[in-house]
């Protein structure tokens, strides 16, 4: 065969592998291809367009050889996508029609369940043998079953003959069953808890599926879910292959409502190891941020928060000076007016604790304003706050440090704000200042070495020489 014959013939088998795809394309059932495969799809059969058109235009060997080559390198991820698409649309076809897992009478009882024709599968059934017997895949037809019912009666009709005829749902170990059935809504989640299924299983990842309930949601209708698996024995001491339990999973991610949820079932949490303070801290901080958000704080969370507490939990009134307002408002820049509104602030009732509350973890900026507004009235703080004051600093000294082994000149700007924090920490006298004698020097030997370097910011930086707890040091 001659290198024309072979060409024109690579050409054939990529139109056939261009039209394959587009086929898969339009049906919707890529599944793992977007917008980004179809952008490269329509390169590669571009450049294939064009080296066709090409290649009759070329009079020597050389030139026609090069232009083989050229076509192969588009055309070699062209097949194979083709051919790994056809593959994976058998393969899918397979396991949605049930010939996948079953053979004979059980694959024409799964495919009566694919239809949704019930009677059809009351004549079958016997033939099939035992519902809860694993066969390819380690489907059982009950499960199969389950895999292919909505979230309607009409649908759930199958289950119920199923079940009648002596599949068991108690012995379904499978997650796939329960996730199914939570994707699909409450009738049949419900249908399936009441008929035995646990919602203890655990996911692929080691977490028991009721967990997939949790959400952001803060009413009856949102937590619809999470609730039935509750009340349907979801067991609350279980915990992840991390150590964290489902108040700690809640917590992390912000799903208070569902977190009080199961402290008011008497969930754990005590042990829980959460970034940025305890469980009752935590949703203290959540309920104060709340108020000043002026967003409405569920009765639950009030609830709960005084049970963790020992005592009704009492929301600080805002006053006429609002904690936004004035952490929105800080900067170094501004520094004077900002001493103004904390010496103002400080005159309301527990003002710490309302600020206390903007810690929120991974929130560097906001993290770092509060710490520069409290280090304005040092006298007023406890030591918890101290210490988190404390690692502000040590957060935005690490920050600088490493800004400085990116570039040749770090600008002490960077520091700015720092270094006011650290003279009204250093104005404190108390253990947690002794602790973090390091961390005040390390930041104060950073200032003196761009000094020293004539850094035109570090001129406006404050002079930790000259702070009393290193007086003379």
């Not at 397979?94 to 059980?106: D, E, H, K, L, N």
Request: negative net charge.
């Amino acid at each position: 065969m001659t290198l024309t014959n072979i060409f024109w013939a690579v050409v054939a088998l990529d139109v056939i592998a261009a039209v394959v795809l587009k086929l898969v394309f339009d049906s919707g059932s890529h599944g793992q291809f977007d917008g980004l495969l179809v952008a490269f799809f329509l390169v590669v059969l571009g450049a294939i367009v064009l080296t066709a058109c090409v290649f009759p235009l070329l009079r020597t060997d050389g030139w026609r050889m090069a232009a083989f080559v050229v076509l192969l390198i588009p055309s070699v991820p062209m097949v194979f996508s083709s051919g790994a698409s056809v593959v994976n649309r058998i393969r899918t076809e397979r396991q949605f029609s049930g010939s996948a897992y079953f053979q004979g009478p059980a694959l024409a009882l799964a495919q009566a369940m694919v239809k949704g024709d019930v009677e059809l599968a009351k004549q079958l059934i016997p033939a099939a043998g035992d519902l809860n017997q694993p066969h390819g895949g380690k489907a059982t037809l009950w499960q199969f079953g389950v895999l292919q019912t909505y979230d309607t009666d009409a649908s759930m009709e199958m289950l119920r003959v199923l079940v009648a005829a002596g599949a068991d749902p108690k012995r379904d170990g499978s997650a796939d069953t329960l996730q199914h059935a939570i994707a699909r809504g409450p009738g049949l989640t419900k249908y399936l808890l009441e008929a035995g299924v646990s919602p203890n299983v655990l996911d692929h990842d080691g977490r028991p599926v009721w967990w997939g309930t949790m959400g952001p949601g803060e009413d009856e209708a949102s937590t619809e879910l999470l609730r039935m698996m509750l009340d349907h024995g979801a067991d609350l001491r279980l915990r992840a292959p991390d150590g964290r339990g489902p108040v700690g999973v809640a917590v992390t991610n912000r799903h208070w409502f569902d977190a009080c949820l199961f402290l008011e079932r008497g969930a754990e949490w005590k042990q829980e190891q959460l970034r940025g303070g305890s469980v009752a801290e935590l949703l203290e901080w959540e309920i104060l941020r709340r108020g000043e958000y002026g967003i409405p704080v569920p009765e639950t969370m009030l609830t709960v928060m005084a049970g963790l507490k020992g005592k009704p939990l009492v929301i600080p009134p805002g006053g006429e000076i609002g904690i936004l307002k004035i952490l929105r408002e800080t900067s170094f820049d501004r520094l004077e007016e900002t001493r103004a509104a904390v010496a103002l602030l400080a005159q309301q009732p527990q003002w710490v604790r309302r600020v206390d509350a903007f810690f929120e973890d991974g929130n560097t900026t906001m993290r770092g304003q509060v710490a520069l507004v409290l280090s304005m009235q040092p006298e007023a703080l406890p030591e918890d706050v101290q210490e988190r004051c404390w690692t502000v600093l040590r957060e935005q000294v690490a920050g600088f440090e490493r800004s400085a082994r990116s570039t040749k000149e770090p600008s002490g700007w960077l520091l700015k704000d720092t270094a006011v924090i650290a003279v009204g920490l250093a104005s404190i006298a108390s253990p947690v200042r002794e602790r973090h004698r390091a961390d005040f020097i390390g930041l104060r030997d950073h200032i003196e070495k761009l000094r020293k370097t004539n850094d035109p910011d570090a001129g406006k930086l404050a002079d930790l020489r000259k702070a009393d707890w290193v007086a003379g040091a």
